[in-house]
Each structure stands twice: as C-alpha cells, then as structure tokens.
C-alpha cells in the first residue's frame, strides 16, 4: 500500500480521535435554567427552557445572571433554537434574529444557530438581567422541543472550537470520496467486483452524510429549513445502514443473497420507523447495521473465509465506539465510527487486490519460466532430426553441426537465467542460428542489420522464437535473408523484423513461440510493450515496440 495511504489514515484518525474532545476543551456557562415568564413574580418556579420551548408559540422569557467576575475578553452568547427571537440585556436590545410574531404570516424566520457579541464592559461582575422574546410558528408541531442551546462562551474558544468540530469531518469526508472514486475506477477499468462498487458507494454515502452533518455549522441557515436537513440525515444514515452489511454479504459471497438482502433491509428499515427522535432513529438503525455486520463476520469467520478475521475485529471495535459514543454520535461519534470502521476496511481490501496481483505477477512470472524452458526442447528437437539428415549425407558437415548447435545451446541456456540480454546479444544468438540453418539448407541464410543496435535490451530468445517460427511454418530452399530495422524515438524503440517468403509446409504448432513472445515481454516491460504481426506481400512483418531506457 502507497506510504501516502498510511499517513492519510493516520492523521484522519488522529483528527476524529480530537473530535468528541471540542466540547470538554471549551469553558462554558450554560444558561438553560432558572426562566421566568415576562412579569411572573419571583415565587413563582423556574424552569428549563427545554420544558417551556413548544411549537407554534410567541413566548417572552427571563431571567437574572449573576457573573463571578468580569471577562478578560469579549464574549458570545450563542443561542440555538427553532425560532425568531430578540434578546435583552438588562433592558437593552443586544441582538435580533428574525423577525418574532404572533402569526406565521407575520413571523421572519431567524437563523438556527445565532451569537450576540458581548464586550466585557457589558459583562461586568455581577448581577445582570436577560430577557428572551422567541416565537415558533414555523416549527412542526410534532417536534418535542425547538430549543438546542443557550450559553455564554469566550469567543476566541468557540472559534477554535468550531474548527475542531468541522475539519476532522471535513477531511474524513474528502478521504472517503477519494477512496470511493478509486474503488469506482477499479470495479470499471480493472476488475467488475460487486463488493468493490459496494464499499465504493458506502464511502461516497458516509461522505455525503459528513457533508450534510456539517451543513448547519458551516453555513447556517434559516430554521424552517432544519427539518428538510434531519430527512436527508436520516435518508442517508439509512442508506448508509443499509450497504454497510450488504458489502459484507457480497464481500464474504454468503449465499442465500436475496433472502438475507430481504432481512437486513426489513430490519433496518423497521429500526427508522421507530416512533423516536431522528437523533435515536439513526442511533437505531445504525446500531441495527452493526449488529448485523458483525453477525455476518462472525459467521464468515465461523467458515473460515478469507479476511474474515480482520472483518471481526473491526466490527467488534466498530460496535464497542459506537456504544461508547452514547448520545455524542450525532455531535462527532458517527464521524469516529466511520474513520474507525471503512478506513480499515479500505486498508484491508487495498491489502487484498495487492496480494491479489502479487498471485497474478507470480503466475505470469511462472508461465514465462515455463514457455523458457520448453524453447529449448522444441528447438533441440528440430536441431536433432537435422543432425540425422547431415549424418546421412556428410559425417564431417554434422560434426560441424554439432559444434555450432552446442554452442548455440550454451548461449540459450545462459541467456535464459537473465530477465532481459542486450539486443547485441540476442543478435549473436540468431547470427548462430542462421549459420546453423544455413549449414542444414546447404543454402546462405543471414540476418542484416538496419539501425543501431547498442542500448537496446530485450528478453532473451525474442527474435531467436520469431526465426524459428519462420523456418516451422516455411521451406526455404534457397536459402534467405531477414532484415532488422531499429527505429529510436523519445519514447520509443521499434524493431521491425522481416521475414521472408517461403513454400508453405504443413504445421501444427501449438503455438508456444507466440505466447513465449507475448509473455516475455509483458513480463520485461509490462503494459509498456507491444507487439504485432502483419502479412505481406512478400512474407510476413513482425514489429517489437519498446520503451525508451531511461
């Protein structure tokens, strides 16, 4: 895996590891308690603004701050609420948000989240009087509470504290959309695997659901359009819910799919219909997911499938965060769970294709081995029934033979422990060849060179395959000549060998020196490399492009 990948992950998990901590860094006073209707007398009780907050109301409210000391620094008073709203402060008007009314039509809708900067001249020690005017009548009625939030907070810590809750998300998010663009790419120009577009899809989904999540803190917005925000939250988290196992059933080819589909859908589905908060409907139904996928590798471990161990392990760490997250999943613990959960996973499946195409080099590498070694019989073969003709004919010409075929021998043999053997000396080794032909034929058979050949390397028993495939499908009875042409471009190098014309002989090859030629140099230069060849007029033209040495 890329160095890069590692320290990705490692600084995406240091960023959500910070992430639940913002709140406990930032010293704040809240004031939830302690109000008062507008002109209630003192006896009567306090409540929390949670128990007096409902929908549909234009409600005033009051209360006394008293402050232990006066601040070093100006203040925020952050107030997060479904509502219109003017707030005093001992009995000035300190900020506005919208426009309070007692009818929606006359009601200008506030922002959700709302601060009123306060300078310590207006905080000092002592008792201070807050009055709040809020109006609800755009807010569902079937929402319990339109309150969130009202606190005083040094401005300096909120703003660092808001950071903190936004960029560990924010990165989060944009690894997760790399990750699923990269799996993407892979299921469409590498390999079609259904669980790689399925993880592709969960990490896109995560990082839509981050990006939604940080919606409100980032740009704000006005409150009516809080709901629509907690629909495409809890849309998400169900989708999210949904793929989440389903990767793990594809990823472990469990069978029974469309049944277990059925269920795992049923059940998720029936954790987001709870009559609940959408908070505690996502908490459920993301709850609900994990159970399941821990389930499913416990079963994959059970039969012993592969990367099902590190499957466990990540569920059983996901789940255990997830539980510790408590209330605090919906404010950052969906973030830490999702680094904790699919950036292992993406680490495990890219640890998979790696070894994956390690199997596959492996194989390839060995192929081209065994191609390798069977050239050597085939051409022993050929060479054998030969030294029988000349046998007959001279004595003294297949002595001669003999000499040379061992030679030649020797030279193949030793080129074959090499990957790759200058182009000189794959040329020596064909000059070798044809005198060897030449000497069978009784007749001249020569290889001439156009071009330089210095700088070149190639795999060994590249053009010594081409010259046998010529003479296996060809009788030449008076002999021939090829012709080497060398083209050096920026990039490139072309070879382009010409094979003569022959009287066709009747061949059933199986067609090893082809694949020894395709195969050697995929395994030399790879995806680098081409060859082709072409029938023409006159014989046949075989063309080697090869990359440049750096």
């Not at 995406?12 to 002109?39: H, I, K, N, Q, V």
């Not at 808001?162 to 390999?191: C, I, M, N, S």
């Not at 469309?258 to 908490?283: N, T, Y």
């Not at 005198?435 to 210095?454: F, N, V, Y």
Request: with cysteine; aromatic share 10%.
């Amino acid at each position: 895996m890329p160095s890069f990948f590692h320290y990705l992950l490692r600084y995406c998990l240091a960023c959500c590891l910070a992430l639940p901590c913002f709140a406990m860094g930032m010293d704040r006073l809240s004031l939830d308690e302690g109000w008062r209707t507008c002109g209630a007398s003192a006896a009567a009780p306090a409540a929390s603004l949670r128990q007096l907050f409902r929908p549909g109301q234009l409600l005033c409210l009051e209360r006394d701050v008293t402050l232990a000391a006066t601040p070093s620094s100006t203040q925020l008073l952050v107030l997060s609420a479904l509502a219109s709203s003017e707030l005093w402060l001992d009995g000035h008007l300190i900020g506005s948000n919208g426009q309070p009314a007692r009818l929606a039509s006359g009601e200008r809708a506030g922002d959700i989240d709302f601060a009123i900067h306060l300078t310590p001249q207006q905080l000092t020690m002592g008792k201070h009087h807050l009055r709040l005017l809020l109006s609800t009548q755009q807010v569902p009625s079937h929402l319990t509470s339109p309150f969130y939030a009202l606190f005083l907070v040094d401005r300096q810590d909120h703003r660092a504290a808001l950071a903190w809750y936004r960029l560990p998300p924010l990165l989060l998010a944009g690894a997760l959309g790399a990750v699923a663009l990269l799996f993407l790419a892979l299921t469409v120009l590498y390999q079609r695997q259904r669980h790689w577009a399925m993880f592709a899809a969960l990490c896109l989904v995560a990082a839509l659901l981050l990006v939604v999540e940080l919606w409100r803190s980032i740009t704000g917005y006005v409150y009516p359009w809080h709901l629509p925000r907690l629909y495409a939250v809890s849309a998400l988290t169900w989708l999210f819910s949904a793929l989440l196992p389903l990767y793990f059933y594809t990823a472990y080819r469990l069978p029974r799919w469309p049944l277990a589909a059925v269920v795992l859908l049923a059940g998720i589905a029936l954790a987001g219909a709870l009559p609940a908060h959408f908070d505690s409907r996502c908490w459920w139904m993301f709850l609900t997911a994990l159970a399941a996928s821990l389930a499913l590798n416990l079963d994959a471990l059970r039969r012993r499938l592969p990367g099902s161990r590190g499957g466990t392990l990540i569920g059983l760490a996901s789940c255990a965060l997830f539980l510790l997250t408590g209330s605090q999943f919906a404010e950052g613990g969906f973030a830490l769970v999702v680094c904790f959960l699919l950036l292992p996973l993406c680490a495990q499946l890219l640890a998979q294709l790696l070894r994956v195409r390690s199997k596959a080099a492996r194989a390839r590498q060995l192929e081209n081995q065994l191609l390798r070694k069977s050239m050597q019989p085939h051409f022993l073969m050929n060479s054998l029934s030969l030294i029988s003709e000349l046998n007959a004919q001279s004595p003294q010409a297949a002595e001669t033979f003999i000499e040379a075929l061992g030679a030649e021998l020797r030279m193949l043999n030793e080129f074959a422990q090499q990957p790759s053997i200058a182009l000189t000396q794959e040329l020596a080794l064909c000059q070798n060849y044809l005198s060897i032909m030449g000497t069978r034929l009784q007749q001249p058979c020569s290889l001439q060179l156009d071009g330089e050949a210095a700088g070149i390397t190639v795999p060994p028993a590249l053009l010594l395959t081409a010259l046998e495939n010529a003479f296996s499908h060809n009788r030449y009875r008076h002999g021939a000549v090829f012709v080497l042409r060398i083209a050096q471009h920026a990039q490139t190098q072309i070879l382009t060998l010409i094979l003569p014309e022959g009287v066709a002989r009747p061949h059933a090859g199986s067609g090893v020196g082809e694949q020894y030629i395709r195969a050697s140099l995929h395994a030399v230069f790879g995806d680098a490399a081409h060859y082709a060849s072409e029938q023409q007029q006159a014989g046949w033209r075989l063309t080697f492009s090869l990359p440049a040495a750096p």
